[in-house]
T-cell receptor, first 112, second 115 residues
Framework: DGGITQSPKYLFRKEGQNVTLSCEQN?????MYWYRQDPGQGLRLIYY???????QKGDIAEGYSVSREKKESFPLTVTSAQKNPTAFYLC???????????FGEGSRLTVL | GENVEQHPSTLSVQEGDSAVIKCTYS??????FPWYKQELGKRPQLIID?????GEKKDQRIAVTLNKTAKHFSLHITETQPEDSAVYFC??????????????FGQGTILTVHP
């Protein structure tokens, strides 16, 4: 069953800790994205990657880092430098021929 | 950068009525305009999209119109049903390859359809 798998679904973190959110896709898509969603707001782009070993900053990259060592995987690290990390994080990949963005189920991060 | 404004923020209709959600964008280079539906706690899912070379697109009860001159686009849902209740987001991008996924989203509209 093709799709995007994000883990964990829920994550609690203490202030000052780094956390890594996992994103795996088996859709054979080249490009992958991370978006952040806050209550009452639309999604905002954090980072994206076109191919393995390449990634670009989105609109709100400060306090985040990513890696793309495999085509299937695009993990996001929320560092202690991110001032307001509590949010719903969505990973996505794109089918180039249609432009459709497929989202994972999301990871909800709460900082205590 | 691109800015997308979406109205209204909430919309309440009776089952069977029509619903209209409007968005404006600022960057004239944008040429891809998708609409996503997000149910509570779930992932956003594409329901319809339109490209700048088309003025209108329809898919059963859902239609989208685009006015490039005025930089606005709208979602129309006819014969609404309770299962249409969700948050709807408009978005814009320059389209083409990776840029399809570099979307600027509106703030969302909470649509409630009353039986």
């Amino acid at each position: 069953d093709g799709g995007i798998t994000q883990s964990p679904k829920y994550l609690f973190r203490k202030e000052g800790q780094n956390v890594t959110l996992s994103c795996e896709q088996n859709l054979n898509h080249d490009a992958m994205y991370w978006y952040r969603q806050d209550p009452g707001q639309g999604l905002r782009l954090i980072y994206y990657s076109q191919i393995v070993n390449d990634f670009q900053k989105g609109d709100i990259a400060e306090g985040y880092s990513v890696s793309r060592e495999k085509k299937e995987s695009f993990p996001l690290t929320v560092t202690s430098a991110q001032k307001n990390p509590t949010a719903f994080y969505l990973c996505a990949s794109i089918q180039f021929n249609t432009g459709e963005l497929f989202f994972g189920e999301g990871s909800r991060l709460t900082v205590l | 950068g691109e800015n997308v404004e979406q109205h209204p923020s909430t919309l309440s209709v009776q089952e069977g009525d029509s619903a209209v959600i409007k968005c404006t964008y600022s960057d004239s280079a944008s040429n891809y305009f998708p609409w996503y539906k997000q149910e509570l706690g779930k992932r956003p899912q594409l329901i319809i999209d339109i490209r700048s070379n088309v003025g209108e697109k329809k898919d059963q009860r859902i239609a989208v119109t685009l006015n490039k001159t005025a930089k606005h686009f709208s979602l129309h849902i006819t014969e609404t049903q309770p299962e249409d209740s969700a948050v709807y987001f408009c978005a814009a991008s320059m389209g083409g390859g990776t840029s399809y996924g570099k979307l600027t989203f509106g703030q969302g509209t909470i649509l409630t359809v009353h039986p």
